[in-house]
């Protein structure tokens, strides 16, 4: 069966510093890649989506960018934070793209002070 | 361009009753339509969906949702409520191009 982790699962960083975040899954080839984010437990945001190695799309501009080093691996990243970029981040993946059930990860919470 | 509508921020009712989530869609082709879950701090854990064929859904927990084309309503619900089903829910939309989320309902149910 499929799994999606995210790691790590809370996070607290200082304005300016860079981050990080993870996103493995296992269990299927060349899936569909998203990063959300939901701010204060309500709506979600896409950020990025990624249909395969090295391919990235961006759905908001902002402070962060992704990359997918490897066909099941999702990397969020931020140069230098900001208090904005606090929040709830998921990633999930599907098998194809809008039409398919897409399936997330338990999520990294990100306080930024 | 599709979009998900969620009309209420907040659902109450109590334990043992009939629950219903309302969602509405606005989509120029075929509409493919989820239920999603969510508990405090963890990720959104798929309930159901709807792509083609019978109209009632039935999906995980209990739920289930009515596809009504005439209505563009895709309403979530259960016979029975139990507190722990009090959690935000999500619908989504996919149209073959694109997949939105709704802004999500949160649904308390009381002892």
């Known amino acids: 069966s499929q799994t999606i982790h995210q790691w790590p699962a809370t996070l607290v960083q200082p304005v300016g510093s860079p981050l990080s975040l993870e996103c493995t899954v296992e269990?299927?080839?060349?899936?569909?890649l998203y990063w959300y984010r939901q701010a204060a437990g309500r709506g979600l945001q896409l950020l990025f989506y990624s249909v395969g190695i090295g391919q990235i799309s961006s759905e908001v501009p902002q402070n962060l960018s992704a990359s997918r080093p490897q066909d099941r691996q999702f990397i969020l990243s931020s140069k230098k934070l900001l208090l904005s970029d606090s929040g709830f981040y998921l990633c999930?993946?599907?098998?194809?793209?809008?039409?398919?059930?897409?399936?997330f990860g338990p999520g990294t919470r990100l306080t930024v002070l | 361009a599709q979009s998900v509508a969620q009309p209420e921020d907040q659902v109450n009712v109590a334990e043992g009753n009939p629950l219903t989530v309302k969602c509405t869609y606005s989509?120029?082709?075929?509409?493919?339509l989820f239920w999603y879950v969510q508990y405090p701090n963890r990720g959104l854990q798929f309930l159901l969906k709807?792509?083609?064929?019978?109209?009632l859904v039935k999906g995980s927990y209990g739920f289930e949702a009515e596809f009504n084309k005439s209505q563009t309503s895709f309403h979530l619900k259960k016979p029975s409520a139990l507190v722990s089903d009090s959690a935000l829910y999500f619908c989504?939309?996919?149209?073959?191009?694109?997949?939105?989320f709704g802004p999500g309902t949160r649904l308390s149910v009381l002892p």
């Open positions: 269990g299927t080839s060349n899936p569909n």
């Open positions: 989504a939309l996919g149209d073959g191009q694109n997949f939105v």
């Open positions: 709807y792509i083609t064929g019978d109209n």
């Open positions: 999930a993946w599907s098998v194809l793209t809008s039409a398919d059930t897409q399936y």
């Open positions: 989509v120029s082709g075929n509409p493919y």
